[in-house]
Structure formats: structure tokens, C-alpha cells
């Protein structure tokens, strides 16, 4: 797997964008409003490096845009991994235009849709061993997707999971979700990534699937 890449290279950052505008690939835009999210799924018109600026249109079948100006927007391709935010321009109900991006966070290359932040991943989530405990335990995140989490844990703390046994997740990033996520530990094995500390994978299965409106919160935290 690759890791998780923030990518300031102003020619890079051009290069990948116009390769998924190349391919027509669609995005999903959103931003969130007065505590809801709005989000369309959409697709790059313009790229124009002198101005600085990028126009998408929403694809056919979607709603007309109901966009902010005055509120950070983010885009995302699914296929290729690239995240990111940015600031309106201008917009109208089937044109939106917003800033070129400072940075992107490039996911691995990959078919399954996973982020990974690899062995000094500084993410964390809280895991309670009861659904009803209000006590909550940090661990790091070594990689995440929809249907499921990899934690990054000591000796000490690999006592704690069992494959098999059923755990509760409350939050991924300081981003609390919706419903304490119920999981499940599905295998534990020792980590050779990483030199003179004895570490371990616990991969863990959600169920079910975090929810859109969760997992899109969460990306929001690590941009």
C-alpha cells in the first residue's frame, strides 16, 4: 500500500486534475450548510491555470446547485484517491467556480476505496468494549475506508482486542459519529513496518458501513 500523500507541487496539483477532467470523471462536491451537508455529484468544465480557477457543472439528473460563497468547499474523485478544499468564486444554479487548490491529499492507487496513513499516522480514533460504557480508549489509525478501520497498537494495548469480539466506535478524528458504530475484530498480526518498537494490525469491520455523511466528515478532519 502507499501512503496517504499531501501534495503542494503547484504543476502536480494541475497535472492530476486535468488528467481525471481528461477522462471525465465525475466528483462529488460539497459543502456543509447551517449544519447540513449539501453535495452533488458533478463534473470539471473548465480549468484555467492564469486565472486560477476551476468550473464544474452538476450531472445530469441532480438538483440545481444550492451553494454558499461565503463557505469552504470540497471536492472529491473517488478513483483516483484526490482530495481537496477550496473557496467559491462564483456561482450560479448550474455553474459553480471555485479557487485552484494549495494542496491535494493524494489516496494510494488502488481499486478499493481505503486511506492509508501508514505506521506514524498521527489520526486516532475511540473504540469503548461495551456499548453502553461511557469510557472511550484512543488508538492510532494505521489505514481506513467505509466498511472498515486498521488500528496501530503496542503490546500492551493488543491484550485489549480478540478476533471475533465485538467493539463500539465513537469517533474517527474528533469527528463524533451519528450512531456508536458497532464492529468487529477481524485479525491481529504484527507490524514489520516499523524498527526498534513491537507493534501490531488489528483490522477491524464495521456493521455495517459507516454512512456517507460520517465517512465525508471524516476526510473533512484529515484535509
Known amino acids: 500500500m502507499n501512503e496517504l500523500i499531501c501534495e503542494s507541487e503547484s504543476s502536480t496539483i494541475l497535472k492530476s486534475l486535468k488528467s481525471v477532467q481528461k477522462k471525465n470523471e465525475p466528483c462529488q462536491v460539497w459543502q456543509t450548510i447551517d449544519g447540513k451537508r449539501v453535495l452533488y455529484n458533478c463534473l470539471i468544465e473548465i480549468i484555467d491555470q492564469e486565472l486560477n480557477m476551476m468550473c464544474v457543472s452538476p450531472l445530469e439528473g441532480e438538483e440545481l446547485f444550492r451553494f454558499s460563497r461565503d463557505v469552504v468547499i470540497y471536492c472529491r474523485f473517488s478513483s483516483r484517491g484526490l482530495l481537496f478544499k477550496s473557496d ?40 469503548s468494549f461495551s456499548e453502553t460504557s461511557l469510557m472511550n480508549n484512543g488508538y492510532k489509525i494505521f489505514d481506513l475506508s467505509p466498511s472498515g478501520i486498521c488500528l496501530l497498537v503496542t503490546d500492551e494495548e493488543k491484550e485489549y482486542f480478540k478476533v471475533g469480539s465485538e467493539l463500539f466506535m465513537s469517533s474517527i478524528q474528533g469527528v463524533r459519529l451519528t450512531n456508536k458504530t458497532s464492529c468487529k475484530v477481524c485479525h491481529i498480526k504484527k507490524s514489520s513496518a516499523i ?21 465525508l466528515k471524516v476526510m473533512e478532519a484529515i484535509i
Open 88 to 127: 467559491v468564486l462564483r456561482k450560479s444554479n448550474d455553474l459553480v467556480s471555485f479557487s485552484l487548490p494549495k494542496e491535494i491529499i493524494l489516496e494510494e492507487s488502488r481499486g478499493k476505496e481505503r486511506s492509508t496513513f501508514g505506521s506514524f499516522s498521527s489520526f486516532h480514533c475511540d473504540i
Open 195 to 215: 524498527k526498534n518498537s513491537v507493534k501490531h494490525k488489528v483490522g477491524i469491520e464495521f456493521e455495517p458501513k459507516l454512512n456517507q455523511d460520517d465517512y
